[in-house]
Nanobody, 117 residues
């Protein structure tokens, strides 16, 4: 099993930036992909960005393309989400996710991001 722990959420004004971090522990040798999803109150969950464990093959949702950047530091077993030009509609709980060989998927506990107008 892989355990994920997010950090870096908070309150920021529109147009500002935040960087989320997610540290992976446990059976990290089986990881092949990581990502970030978010869920705002009353809205469906949205998959924001994913990245291969080696750092390649990034995928972004249309709503964040050009503003958010996902990266991974395999030595630190940490995935990051740099969020720039934040908008009030980016307000949500952001969850770290991982996919491992053997069809195993893990989720972090979530971190709140609030963007004020």
């Amino acid at each position: 099993q892989v355990q994920l722990a997010e950090s870096g959420g908070g309150l920021v004004q529109a147009g500002g930036s935040l960087k989320l971090s997610c540290a992976a522990s446990g059976r990290t040798f089986s990881l092949y992909r990581l990502g970030w999803s978010r869920q705002a109150p009353g809205k469906e969950r949205e998959d924001v960005a994913t990245i291969g464990w080696s750092g390649g093959s990034t995928v972004y949702s249309d709503s964040v393309k050009g503003r958010f950047s996902i990266s991974v530091d395999t030595a630190r077993r940490t995935v990051y989400l740099q969020m720039n030009s934040l908008k009030p509609e980016d307000t949500a709980v952001y969850y770290c996710r991982s996919w491992s060989y053997g069809a195993e998927e893990s989720w972090g506990q979530g971190t709140q991001v609030t963007v004020s107008s």
